[in-house]
């Protein structure tokens, strides 16, 4: 079986990532140059990290909806969900029923475990539309 195109990118990428700029972007690793950041970032279709006031906001957003969405995870693995669901966003944008049923797949709960329901998994994608991927 073949890796997928993106793997092999990311490969190839990590691998030439000592010949660019010493430049670094916020999520990028210590020392990794922002133009291999970029590449994987186009590669894969995860939009950036938000900026601070951006994920304070996408957080509270979520809170606003269900204060269990958020819990008590880590916020950058709950920015990281809906980074993810960008990627879907990015892949499937008129289809809001599949983009529902992927919401309830990556924003569960123990109190949740299938997500949390369709009415609010609708609020989910839609705070991860307007914070961290109004572009797609």
Same mark, same amino acid.
């Given at each position: 079986?073949?890796?997928?195109?993106?793997?092999?990118? #990311?490969? =190839?990428?990590?691998?030439?990532?000592?010949?660019?700029?010493?430049? &670094? $972007?916020? @999520? $990028?690793?210590?020392?990794?140059? %922002?133009?291999?950041?970029?590449?994987?970032?186009?590669?894969?279709?995860?939009?950036?990290?938000? /900026?601070? %006031? &951006?994920?304070?906001?996408?957080?509270?957003?979520? +809170?606003?909806? /269900?204060?269990?969405?958020?819990?008590?995870? /880590?916020?950058? =693995?709950?920015?990281?969900?809906?980074? @993810?669901?960008?990627?879907?966003?990015? /892949?499937?944008?008129?289809?809001?029923? +599949?983009?529902?049923?992927?919401? $309830? +797949?990556?924003?569960?709960?123990?109190?949740?475990? @299938?997500?949390?329901?369709? &009415?609010?998994?609708?609020?989910? #994608?839609? =705070?991860?539309?307007?914070?961290?991927?109004? %572009?797609?």
């Amino acid at each position: 079986m073949r890796p997928p195109i993106a793997l092999m990118a #990311l490969v =190839a990428l990590t691998a030439l990532s000592g010949c660019g700029s010493d430049t &670094t $972007a916020e @999520d $990028a690793p210590s020392g990794a140059p %922002s133009v291999v950041v970029a590449s994987i970032a186009s590669v894969t279709g995860l939009p950036p990290m938000p /900026d601070e %006031s &951006t994920q304070t906001k996408y957080i509270e957003a979520l +809170k606003a909806i /269900d204060p269990e969405i958020v819990g008590d995870q /880590d916020e950058t =693995a709950i920015v990281n969900h809906g980074r @993810d669901q960008c990627v879907s966003v990015r /892949d499937w944008p008129k289809e809001q029923a +599949k983009l529902i049923g992927l919401t $309830a +797949k990556r924003f569960k709960a123990p109190g949740h475990p @299938d997500g949390f329901g369709n &009415t609010k998994n609708k609020q989910i #994608l839609a =705070a991860v539309r307007k914070y961290l991927c109004p %572009s797609y």
